[in-house]
């Protein structure tokens, strides 16, 4: 007994020397704090900061249940959880301890599950309110009033006319979305409500007829001759079956156009003839005597046609009086081979394209416009924009010899030297003429040439 008394004396001896010295480590590590607190610098401490994950033992699950049950429970008051007695912080819980920075940080407002919800709400409308452009507030008046005079979708899709235009089934679903959808019909009636009062008024003028209105218009005899006020005492005598916005001028032309349309009481439509035969359009035609119709004259038409024939003939006129004007016959040829001069032509000047025909002693170069006609039109063999609307005259004189005058703005190039404004330079033949980036060869009908030359000689010894 002496020995086990003994034994249970060392034990507890080592047991609080142990439990001392943790005290006396405890109370040194506080003084390090305080000292370090005090002096305001805290000692770093070697740490990882990456998170290593690893699996709780069945105490620490404790824990973290009892802790997280505790946070949520004193979290609103802001005081920090105890931990529970018995039990020692794990390594984790230690390390976010140690990492936890002196100054407090405020927490961030986590975002609550309510604004989130309400956020989605307030899409939803837009997302429904998307597809309804085309629907105006004056449409939506309309289909209202058409519905509860007609109760008849088909006849509203086939009487009203809307904003633009609407299929039978886009009716239906539209008339279906004011009744039942409380966004749709909603947001309709706040538009409706900001309508002016006088297009409020047009639209209700529009409102088609219920079959008790026309009813009561049938009865108007056709052979009478209703006036305004006969349709306005109709109004004074039944206000209920009226629409309210009926006029004794709208039922007066709602009426004129029953009749029209053979709908009054005392009308009757005239029936098809019996029989199998139906008399058609050609069979009516074959009828009608043409020798009874009367040829009806257009004196209008008859003026205008014959205004446009003096037109015609006297700018025929005019392009025959010309003819013997024009002494410039422009011919289209393929070939660079030598013309064929007759009687009459002098000279020719033979281009790429055309070839210009003299067949008078003057003859005119240049740029034909509408209001300056000239002998030779250059533009005929190509880009002309840069010769002027006059750009020379080539004459021939009595002693056979041709020459070229410039009176434009540009040089003429005869056998490549330039002939400026208001000089002048002779021909002769197979010359070179170039104006403007154009070439032309100047080629004399030599035999022409000698007979005027002769007959010159001759007229001058007298």
Not at 164 to 184: H, M, N
Not at 380 to 385: S, T
């Amino acid at each position: 007994m002496d020995k086990d008394s003994q034994g249970l004396l060392d034990s507890s001896l080592m047991a609080s020397g142990t439990a001392s010295r943790s005290e006396d480590e405890e109370s040194l590590a506080g003084q390090k704090r305080a000292s370090s607190q005090a002096l305001g610098t805290i000692p770093k401490r070697r740490s990882s900061s990456r998170f290593i994950k690893r699996k709780k033992f069945d105490d620490e699950l404790v824990e973290s249940s009892l802790a997280k049950s505790s946070t949520r429970a004193k979290g609103a008051s802001g005081v920090e959880p105890g931990r529970c007695s018995g039990s020692e912080p794990s390594s984790s819980e230690k390390k976010k301890v140690s990492k936890a920075p002196s100054t407090p940080v405020p927490p961030s407002p986590a975002p609550t599950p309510g604004i989130t919800k309400r956020v989605k709400k307030s899409k939803q409308p837009l997302q429904v309110t998307k597809d309804l452009g085309r629907w105006k507030p004056a449409d939506d008046l309309l289909l209202i009033n058409a519905v509860l005079q007609t109760n008849d979708l088909t006849s509203v899709h086939l009487g009203v006319k809307f904003s633009c235009r609407f299929t039978l089934r886009e009716v239906q679903e539209r008339w279906y979305a004011l009744l039942y959808d409380p966004v749709i019909s909603k947001l309709a009636c706040q538009a409706m409500r900001q309508l002016h009062p006088e297009a409020i008024a047009a639209i209700q003028s529009k409102a088609l007829f219920s079959k008790a209105e026309e009813q009561l218009l049938s009865r108007v005899g056709s052979t009478s001759q209703p006036t305004l006020e006969t349709f306005q005492d109709l109004l004074h005598r039944h206000p209920d079956a009226f629409y309210l916005a009926r006029t004794a001028k709208a039922l007066q032309a709602h009426w004129q156009l029953m009749k029209q349309y053979y709908l009054l009481e005392d009308q009757t439509v005239q029936p098809l003839p019996k029989g199998d035969q139906v008399l058609n359009f050609s069979d009516a035609e074959d009828l009608i005597d043409d020798s009874k119709l009367k040829d009806m004259r257009d004196e209008v038409l008859e003026h205008e046609l014959t205004v446009a024939d003096r037109r015609q003939k006297r700018e025929i006129r005019q392009l025959e009086q010309e003819l013997h004007k024009w002494q410039v016959l422009v011919d289209s040829i393929t070939g660079m081979s030598s013309p064929d001069f007759d009687n009459q032509t002098l000279a020719v000047l033979r281009g790429r394209m055309v070839r210009y025909l003299m067949r008078s002693r003057e003859i005119t170069l240049g740029r034909a416009t509408k209001d300056n006609q000239i002998d030779v039109d250059l533009s005929l063999e190509g880009p002309a924009w840069k010769i002027s609307r006059k750009q020379g005259v080539i004459k021939l004189k009595n002693n056979g010899d041709f020459f070229i005058a410039n009176e434009g703005r540009r040089p003429i190039y005869i056998d490549g030297r330039p002939v400026l404004c208001g000089s002048k330079w002779r021909l002769s033949n197979n010359s070179v003429v170039e104006i403007a980036s154009l070439r032309f060869v100047f080629l004399i009908n030599q035999d022409l040439i000698a007979l005027i030359r002769a007959e010159a000689a001759k007229i001058t010894p007298q």
